[in-house]
């Protein structure tokens, strides 16, 4: 009896196992294909609107279109209607200008 339970404990370690490292692979692919997807990004113009996700990641709809901006950047809620935000292909950066004319630079 003693040795099926320790046979039991071995297989289910090596499927714990086995699921964590898939977790962490889908992840570290997931991630990946964001990045790119978020350097191809280009827009220029006024935040038609924007809502926050639960972790706090906005999308934003800018001349029509929606961008969603993804993880890894701390925007910490500072986008708002009728900002302007300029985010230029191939770059990682998001220039964020308030009515104000305050200027905020966001990157990852």
Wanted: glycine share 6%.
């Amino acid at each position: 009896m003693r040795q099926k339970t320790n046979t039991q404990t071995k297989i289910g370690f090596v499927i714990f196992g086995t699921l964590c490292l898939a977790f962490f692979v889908i992840m570290l692919f997931a991630a990946k294909n964001n990045f790119k997807e978020n350097k191809l990004y280009s827009f220029k113009g006024v935040v038609d609107s924007v809502s926050y996700d639960i972790k706090g990641i906005p999308t934003v709809i800018i001349n029509k279109k929606t961008f969603y901006l993804s993880a890894g950047y701390n925007f910490d809620h500072q986008i708002k209607k009728e900002d302007s935000l300029v985010k230029q292909k191939g770059s990682t950066t998001y220039i964020l200008i308030k009515p104000t004319k305050e200027v905020l630079k966001f990157d990852n």
